[in-house]
């Protein structure tokens, strides 16, 4: 039987190396990228985000070192720059952590949280979270997974953030290679209570839930035969490996210009020009 109370991907957690350039980068992409936001002195870490309809993306760097940011830490020093992790979407966290704790998964937290937010007529408010994670020894395809219930939607999803003049919409799929997709898709399937399926292809999606993104795992192998023109350098071996965006291609391609390249169904930013993570822009 599925959660009750995780209704499908929420945001997905690009992590990077210098937030402040990361913004800047992902704004000459074409994207609306939301003012910085800081998180407690206990996280250590800061953000931006860039909203979409009904989910995110999250560009998140450590402004200082703490044990909280640590996992996030060895994360970049392994890796480098990527999807390090994905929220879905908690209606109430408290009672989701019970369900995976009865799922044999013994939750971390659930943990509440808030940052300020400059809203548009320049006054300060606040975006209030309560999270909860699955065990940080579970990370199907090396990508950890929580989630995330806002208290506070009107000041994370605010309409002047939502439009992008690359036409991004929303998140379609997440990407993650391995070289097992059979086992790290079970894996995933069993923490969410999902049933996996196999694409023609013989890529493996799991459904994150209602009207949701689905996960996508494929070996690097699969990936390139997906977008046989795009540079991959910069991946991981086992690791997320890109975001699948719903936009309107022809803005995307005109704000891309020569850093976008044409695939069968749309246009890609290449991982070494999106801070790790391959951007496929589609209809």
Known sequence: MALKNVIGIDHAVIMVKDLDKAAENYKRLGFTVSPRGTHSAHMGSGNYTIMFDPDYMELLGVLTPTEHNAPA???LEKNGEGIERIAFTAVDSAEGAEEIRARGYPPIGPTDFERPVTMPDGTISAAKFRTFQWPTAEAPGGVRIFACQHKTRETVWIPELMKHA??????K???????EPADDAAQLASM??????VEP???????????????VFLTRTQLGTRY???PLAGLPERGGAGLVIAADVAA????????GVRSADGVVVPPAEGNGTMLAFVA
């Open 73 to 75: 830490r060895a994360y």
């Open 166 to 171: 690359n036409g991004a919409k929303r998140l």
């Open 173 to 179: 799929q997440v990407l993650i290679v391995t070289p």
């Open 192 to 197: 969410i209570d999902r049933e996996a399926r």
């Open 201 to 215: 292809d013989g890529v493996i999606a799991v459904p994150s839930g209602g009207d949701r993104a689905d996960f």
């Open 228 to 230: 046989p023109d795009v």
């Open 252 to 259: 995307a391609e005109k704000a891309l210009g020569a850093t």
